[in-house]
């Protein structure tokens, strides 16, 4: 069965710095990954997703991700973050499911951003 | 576009009643998901539908929960009787699984059992 860590429970980042969360999988086949936000009172928003091609994937809102095979990781960062991104960010795998994929949540980094 | 809709938004209840949660999801998406999201277990997949049929019901807590698919624009999750312990945000989630799009989440709703 796929799971997913997202080790940091909270991360503190000053508006304007870099931002870097993480994300690990386990999952025996070639995964669909993803990110999600959520902002406070509502669902989750897609960021961005990767199946196949380029490692890199770029996002909404200035975000990218970044597959990492030999890792088993999918970190989501940004050059400079704003303080409307302060957020919870989950991240997913998706498993195969009769030619589809059904996704698994990882348990979320809550973001704060400092003036 | 209409993006998948919840109702209600809130519901705040007392124990022992039967608890309607709805969920319409967006036109033309063939999979539906009913999800929990507690701060004790992160976001739980209770269910999930594939052209109206139920797939997987296997993270539906009780048989206190039940959930249907009578067309393909619309759902409900219902639990009776409910519990304190059943308070959390219940989101809906619609996706075209033809074209392995992501999940469009719906805004939640925020239930209370007092």
């Known amino acids: 069965a796929q799971s997913v860590t997202q080790p940091d429970i909270h991360i503190t980042v000053s508006e304007g710095a870099s931002l870097e969360l993480r994300c690990n999988y386990s999952?025996?086949?070639?995964?669909?990954l993803f990110w999600y936000v959520q902002s406070p009172g509502q669902g989750l928003q897609l960021l961005l997703k990767?199946?196949?091609?380029?490692?890199l994937v770029q996002g909404i809102k200035g975000f990218e991700a970044e597959f990492k095979r030999s890792q088993s990781s999918f970190n989501l960062r940004k050059p400079s973050v704003h303080w409307s991104d302060a957020a919870e960010y989950f991240c997913?795998?998706?498993?195969?499911?009769?030619?589809?994929?059904?996704?698994?949540f990882g348990r979320g980094t809550s973001l704060i951003v400092h003036p | 576009d209409a993006g998948v809709i919840q109702s209600p938004r809130h519901e705040v209840t007392e124990m022992g009643q039967e608890v309607t949660l709805r969920c319409k999801p967006i036109?033309?998406?063939?999979?539906l998901f009913w999800y929990r999201q507690t701060m004790m277990r992160g976001l739980e997949l209770l269910i999930y539908?594939?052209?109206?049929?139920?797939?997987?019901d296997s993270g539906m807590p009780e048989d206190r929960f039940s959930a249907k698919m009578p067309n393909a624009s619309f759902s409900t999750l219902k639990i009776q009787p409910s519990e304190p312990r059943d308070s959390a945000v219940y989101f809906c989630?619609?996706?075209?699984?033809?074209?392995?799009?992501?999940?469009?989440f719906g805004d939640g709703t925020r239930l209370s059992i007092l």
């Open positions: 989630a619609s996706r075209n699984g033809i074209s392995n799009q992501p999940q469009h």
């Open positions: 999952y025996g086949a070639t995964p669909y």
């Open positions: 990767y199946f196949s091609g380029d490692t």
């Open positions: 997913a795998v998706g498993k195969a499911s009769g030619g589809s994929y059904i996704p698994t």
């Open positions: 036109s033309g998406h063939d999979y």
């Open positions: 539908f594939n052209n109206n049929v139920p797939i997987d």
